[in-house]
């Protein structure tokens, strides 16, 4: 299946969406930013640990559903007696459901300013008993 993929995911992140069903996370980063503008809810996401230059055909990750998805912009103000100084920066929320694991069979798009692509296979995971 083909994903769009969120790269250089922290670890704390990474091992809370294993852990539980529903997790929201922001994203900050220019590069994962641009891939949340494409995504809808519904969509499959492929979430790696892996920065984007090194993801590859085996890298791993988490599969994950999209259940919603904010855009919003922060205004940032620093001031003291010498100067005032007032920034903007926006973010994105997505709350995700985990589906399970997977590893890049390909890449199917990686632009610069644009979502990384991969094509995905669904691992299975079998539970001794």
Avoid: W
Avoid at 82 to 109: D, H, K, N, P, W
């Amino acid at each position: 299946m083909d994903c769009i993929a969120l790269t250089g995911i922290s670890n704390h992140v990474m091992r809370d969406l294993e852990n539980r069903v529903l997790l929201t996370i922001e994203i900050r980063s220019p590069q994962n930013f641009f891939a949340i503008l494409n995504v809808d809810i519904g969509d499959p996401i492929f979430l790696s640990q892996t920065s984007r230059n090194d993801v590859s055909a085996g890298t791993t990750g988490i599969i994950s559903r999209v259940q919603r998805r904010d855009i919003s912009m922060h205004k940032i103000v620093q001031s003291n007696d010498l100067f005032y100084e007032e920034r903007e920066t926006m973010l994105a929320r997505i709350q995700l459901v985990a589906e399970g694991i997977g590893r890049v069979q390909r890449i199917v798009r990686s632009e610069l300013g644009g979502a990384m692509i991969v094509a995905v296979d669904k691992e299975a995971v079998y539970a001794a008993r």
